[in-house]
């Protein structure tokens, strides 16, 4: 619809307006289906069992009762007044930092190896049988937790484990019917290389697809400038893969903030002293054992407070040792720019390994 009018000076503008168009059947449809429906699954399973979570943490509710009272916030002052939940604590924050270091550097070591690991002359391939090794660190994670950590649980028996059996095979006298989760001193680095091998196979398989993600040209120019595998893959296999590292961390943290099935299978009472007990245990003892579900729920809300706050370490820690470029995704030149800025990312490594081979 257009509508004509007129100027003071006389002249004439025509306007155009746009009619105001009625919804149709199939956009109202469309907008229920694709937006208003999910949003609601997100609100009902999401976001309404965290705010749940949060009002019961602020009860006495036992669990098995319709009735409960208002505490406020003394659960959550009783948590870091709690000697058993505080040392869960500490054991969680130890996993977090150690496992997914640990298992993030063998996982990289064992991906360089076949990928770029193979012989110094020809084209850049990795070891012999790559393919083989790739398959065989995969097995671990096909393998459910649980049994994961039974099968441990057994090798570290006492008296009929494997690994006792084996090192007095071999000469080590000291290590007959030594209990690896039963001393301070082993229980945890014990149950850390449990979790470690499960995890090893998936985060190799991840960082091997990032590697072949990276133009060969690259690994060639930086070993004509005399870059070793070792140089390569720190100054740059790392750099160039630093967001699968991050997300790998992130995830690899999150699993072992909780840690319940592994933790369970090996020592379901927490270990000597409680030097292996976790969060989710204690949070599984205090509601199901004790009634304590207003208790647990606090905890349970501390574990997420937790994890989240891991996440933005992380986040915070690949920001400051010089992680994504911001900018490229949010600057005026959109997705072009940020590929010319990306192009010159290569040369510039591979000049600074020549000026370090040639020094």
């Given at each position: 619809m257009t509508s004509t009018t007129t100027t003071p000076g006389g002249g004439q503008t025509v306007a155009a307006r746009r009619r105001r168009r009625r919804p149709s059947w199939n956009r109202i449809s469309f907008m229920l289906v694709f937006l208003v429906l999910p949003l609601a699954i997100f609100v009902i399973f999401v976001i309404s069992p965290f705010v749940q979570a949060l009002y019961y943490s602020l009860t006495n509710w036992t669990g098995f009762s319709p009735s409960m009272s208002f505490v406020g916030v003394s659960n959550f002052v009783r948590l870091f007044h709690d000697n058993i939940f505080m040392a869960a604590l500490r054991n969680n924050v130890e996993l977090a930092i150690v496992v997914p270091l640990v298992t993030i550097a063998i996982a990289l070591a064992i991906a360089s190896l076949v990928t770029i690991g193979g012989p110094s002359k020809g084209m850049i391939r990795g070891i012999g049988g790559a393919s083989f090794y790739r398959v065989v660190s995969f097995f671990p994670y096909c393998v459910p937790a649980i049994v994961i950590g039974l099968i441990w649980e057994q090798v570290y028996d006492p008296a009929a484990g494997l690994l006792n059996g084996f090192l007095t095979g071999i000469g080590l006298k000291n290590f007959e019917n030594f209990a690896?989760?039963?001393?301070?001193?082993?229980?945890?680095?014990?149950?850390?290389?449990?979790?470690?091998?499960?995890?090893?196979?998936?985060?190799?398989?991840?960082?091997?697809?990032?590697?072949?993600?990276?133009?060969?040209?690259?690994?060639?120019?930086?070993?004509?400038?005399?870059?070793?595998?070792?140089?390569?893959?720190?100054?740059?296999?790392?750099?160039?893969?630093?967001?699968?590292?991050?997300?790998?961390?992130?995830?690899?943290?999150?699993?072992?903030?909780?840690?319940?099935?592994?933790?369970?299978?090996?020592?379901?009472?927490?270990?000597?002293?409680?030097?292996?007990?976790?969060?989710?245990?204690?949070?599984?003892?205090?509601?199901?054992?004790?009634?304590?579900?207003?208790?647990?729920?606090?905890?349970?809300?501390?574990?997420?407070?937790?994890?989240?706050?891991?996440?933005?370490?992380?986040?915070?820690?690949?920001?400051?040792?010089?992680?994504?470029?911001?900018?490229?995704?949010?600057?005026?030149?959109?997705?072009?720019?940020?590929?010319?800025?990306?192009?010159?990312?290569?040369?510039?490594?591979?000049?600074?390994?020549?000026?370090?081979?040639?020094?």
């Open positions: 690896w989760l039963g001393e301070v001193s082993t229980a945890m680095p014990a149950s850390m290389w449990v979790i470690i091998w499960s995890f090893i196979g998936f985060y190799t398989i991840l960082f091997v697809a990032a590697i072949k993600g990276v133009p060969a040209e690259i690994y060639e120019a930086a070993r004509v400038d005399g870059a070793g595998r070792f140089r390569m893959a720190v100054s740059l296999t790392i750099p160039l893969i630093r967001d699968n590292v991050q997300t790998a961390y992130i995830y690899l943290g999150i699993a072992v903030l909780d840690a319940f099935v592994y933790m369970q299978a090996l020592n379901p009472g927490g270990g000597p002293n409680n030097t292996t007990l976790t969060m989710s245990q204690e949070l599984f003892t205090v509601a199901f054992r004790k009634g304590e579900f207003g208790y647990a729920t606090a905890m349970g809300v501390v574990l997420a407070a937790v994890t989240l706050l891991f996440a933005a370490i992380v986040f915070a820690v690949s920001r400051l040792l010089g992680g994504r470029d911001e900018t490229r995704g949010s600057t005026a030149g959109g997705r072009g720019r940020g590929r010319r800025a990306l192009a010159p990312t290569p040369i510039a490594t591979t000049d600074q390994l020549a000026e370090e081979a040639g020094a």
